[in-house]
């Protein structure tokens, strides 16, 4: 078996008829971290939803090869049964939801696409107790609606229990970082890192180089209108957070010509 995970080549894509995505290149293998830099508007979380398949997204070019697979003829929901997972950039509140119920009905639901069996409240309520270490969450976080009343910290935890239980293949976060202060991101960023295997891979989308401080990349790409101009290493985090998103504007314009 090919250990690439994610093939993506000269993606294109319309929101409300107009192109944001205009040829996107990215390929991820098993085990590696990638990170997608760039500036508000650039059509980083339009990528994002692409992958997983959001109605509100049409795909116009190219093609994803998920696992050998064709990923853009597959629904959301067998995007995300197989294994493909993406934490938002603002968690929905679901008031009525238990937390607890709404991770239960995930993880079954997964459980059941793998061929494993299915577990009652009483055995799932150990399982997640057992993961709520990964986010340093406190059990009563279980009992409330799904994200009801949460802080901006406390939602992302909890996308990363949720990441934590469902144990993807591909694990998307948009801008986890956005709202955190110092201590809730490294609670987060140590999460993503417990999950971390040779078998699966990451793709981190951050405006900042702060959470790669704590999440250190194999790859960093700059995505700029719509495409992905740029590929390195760590440093280039670095060198983007010196020297802005500006200095792009010189380099591509004398690329593209
Ligand atoms: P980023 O995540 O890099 O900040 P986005 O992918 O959110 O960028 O946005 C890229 C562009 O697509 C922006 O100009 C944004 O206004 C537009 N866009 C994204 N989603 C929608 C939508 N649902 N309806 C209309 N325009 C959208
Ligand atoms: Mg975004």
């Given at each position: 078996m090919s250990d690439t995970i994610l093939s993506v080549k000269n993606l294109t894509a319309n929101v409300d008829g107009t192109p944001i995505l205009k040829g996107v290149n990215l390929e991820i293998k098993a085990g590696e971290i990638h990170a997608i830099m760039g500036r508000?508007?650039?059509?980083?979380?339009?990528?994002?939803?692409?992958?997983?398949?959001?109605?509100?997204?049409?795909?116009?070019?190219?093609?994803?090869?998920?696992?050998?697979?064709?990923?853009?003829?597959?629904?959301?929901?067998?995007?995300?049964?197989?294994?493909?997972?993406?934490?938002?950039?603002?968690?929905?509140?679901?008031?009525?939801?238990?937390?607890?119920?709404?991770?239960?009905?995930?993880?079954?639901?997964?459980?059941k696409h793998l061929g494993k069996e299915e577990v009652d409240s009483f055995d799932f309520e150990e399982i997640v107790e057992e993961k709520l270490g990964v986010v340093q969450m406190n059990p009563s976080f279980l009992g409330r609606s799904l994200n009801e009343g949460f802080s901006g910290g406390e939602k992302k935890r909890n996308e990363i229990l949720q990441m934590a239980l469902l144990d993807p293949t591909l694990g998307i976060l948009d801008e986890i970082d956005s709202g955190l202060d110092i201590d809730a991101l490294k609670i987060v960023a140590g999460g993503v890192n417990q999950l971390t295997t040779p078998d699966n891979a990451f793709l981190l989308i951050t405006h900042y180089q702060r959470l790669l401080d704590y999440i250190q990349p194999h790859y960093v790409h700059?995505?700029?209108?719509?495409?992905?101009?740029?590929?390195?290493?760590?440093?280039?985090?670095?060198?983007?957070?010196?020297?802005?998103?500006?200095?792009?504007?010189?380099?591509?314009?004398?690329?593209?010509?």
């Open positions: 508000n508007g650039s059509g980083k979380s339009t990528f994002s939803k692409v992958l997983t398949g959001h109605p509100d997204y049409e795909v116009t070019g190219g093609e994803v090869i998920y696992l050998g697979e064709n990923l853009l003829e597959k629904e959301p929901h067998e995007r995300s049964l197989g294994g493909i997972f993406l934490a938002f950039q603002y968690p929905l509140e679901i008031p009525g939801v238990s937390n607890l119920d709404f991770l239960r009905v995930a993880y079954n639901a997964r459980q700059v995505m700029y209108d719509g495409r992905i101009v740029k590929t390195g290493g760590k440093e280039l985090a670095l060198e983007l957070e010196q020297k802005g998103y500006d200095f792009l504007d010189q380099q591509v314009l004398a690329e593209v010509g």
